[in-house]
């Protein structure tokens, strides 16, 4: 890749990965439809190193309490709310491990086309539309495991592209009548393991893979990736009681007609 390549990737990673747009479609598209190099696994594990510390930093304290809480429950200290979310985020990241690895390969192989990314946005992003006008009151501390297991079977569909994790696990949360914030926090609470997962796998297969690492590139991609998803959930958070969700639903609109006139015109 080159350098203007590098840092619009990045940066498309970053801004994407937890808005409800779908990261993994808009890093296919360059390529797709610039003829852009295929960013690699090397600067692939570099961009979700990147964005997992922005989610990390930004729920610190969220991150801290809920892992207290969970290994004090372990240990046999009682439950708490925090202990009941922590295991939220466990089950509801179960279904999407599961789902990765009985179907990566053929969604790696068959799924990641402009077509399948068109009919996705546009199907879930009027799902996300119907979702946000459902929406509910319940917080973040009224989230049920039945809530955590049917929010998490949502973001395993999530590995189509375009369906966005993010989009799908707000969504399934909004239906479940827990408000913006709540299914927004969540959602993100959701990502850690997620993305830590999927770091995980992509690092051990670089480190087998033997490929030589760039690794001034691989750097500014994870910093780039690093600031600009932080900056996003910071102003996604703040907004998100005032706009809503309909501005990424317009979006995922114009965006998925564009694609179709692109796929069935050219």
């Not at 996003?232 to 609109?253: A, E, N, S, T």
Request: net charge neutral.
């Amino acid at each position: 890749m080159n350098w203007l390549e590098i840092v619009v990737l990045a940066l498309i990673q970053g801004i994407t990965e937890f808005l409800p747009v779908s990261s993994s479609a808009h890093l296919i598209l360059p390529s797709q439809i610039l003829g852009w190099s295929d960013q690699g696994l090397a600067f692939d594990v570099a961009v979700h190193i990147g964005t997992l510390l922005a989610v990390v930093l930004y729920f610190r304290e969220d991150v801290a309490l809920l892992t207290q809480a969970w290994f004090r429950q372990i240990g046999g200290k009682g439950a708490s709310a925090e202990s009941r979310l922590a295991w939220a985020v466990v089950i509801g990241t179960v279904p999407a491990v599961i789902f990765g690895l009985v179907f990566a390969d053929f969604i790696e192989e068959e799924l990641r086309s402009v077509l399948v990314i068109a009919v996705t946005t546009i199907v879930f992003g009027i799902a996300l539309g119907f979702a946000d006008k459902a929406r509910g009151i319940r917080t973040i501390n009224q989230l049920t495991l039945k809530d955590a297991v049917l929010i998490g079977l949502a973001q395993a569909i999530a590995l189509i592209p375009g369906v966005s994790r993010s989009g799908i696990t707000m969504t399934a949360a909004l239906f479940l009548g827990l408000d913006r914030i709540a299914a927004a926090r969540f959602s993100f609470l959701l990502s850690i393991p997620l993305i830590l997962a999927a770091g995980g796998h992509q690092t051990l297969k670089l480190a087998t893979s033997g490929d030589d690492v760039a690794w001034m590139q691989i750097l500014v991609g994870a910093v780039l990736s690093f600031i600009s998803a932080l900056a996003c959930i910071h102003l996604f958070l703040k907004l998100l009681q005032q706009i809503g969700f309909m501005p990424f639903v317009w979006y995922r609109m114009v965006l998925g007609l564009g694609l179709l006139y692109l796929v069935f015109l050219f």
